[in-house]
C-alpha cells in the first residue's frame, strides 16, 4: 500500500469513528463547549485530554467509569494508578464514613490514628525511623 492511500484509509477510519464518537458523547460534548469557557484548553490537565474533547464522567463504580451520556467504559486509566482499589471500593469508603462520623477531618489535627500510620510506616521501610506529615496547600 502507498504512502497516500494508507494515509487515505486512515483518515477515512479516523472520521467514521470519530463520527460515532460524536454521536454517542453528546452531553460531553456540551460539557467540553462549556468547560472552555472557564478552563483553558477546557480541561484540567493536558496530560489526559484527547480529540476532539474528551468524556466527562457522571460516576463510577469498581473498575468502570460512565460518562455524561450514560456510556460505560472500563478504567484502564485508573488516575495514574492512585485508584488502584477502583472507584468507590467498599473498604475505602466505610473507611473514610468512620473518620467523617468522628467528627474531625482537620489535616493537622492531634489524633491517634496519625502515630499509627507512621508506626506502620517506619515498620514497613527500613532506613525510615521517622515520619511527618506535611501538605503542600493543594489537597
Known sequence: MSAAARDKALSEVTSRVEGE???RTKRSYAVAQEARKYLPGGDTRRSIF???????????RD???????GNEYLDFHNCYTTMILGHGNAGVNAAIKEQLDQ?????GAFKKNV???ARI???RV??????????????
Do not use: M, N
Open 21 to 23: 464518537y460524536r454521536k
Open 126 to 139: 527500613e532506613s525510615v525511623e521517622q515520619v511527618r506529615f506535611t501538605c503542600t496547600g493543594t489537597e
Open 115 to 117: 502515630v499509627t500510620w
Open 103 to 107: 467528627g474531625t477531618l482537620a489535616l
Open 121 to 123: 510506616l517506619c515498620e
Open 63 to 69: 473498575c468502570r467509569v460512565y460518562d455524561e451520556d
Open 50 to 60: 484527547f480529540f476532539p474533547y474528551p468524556i466527562w464522567i457522571d460516576h463510577a
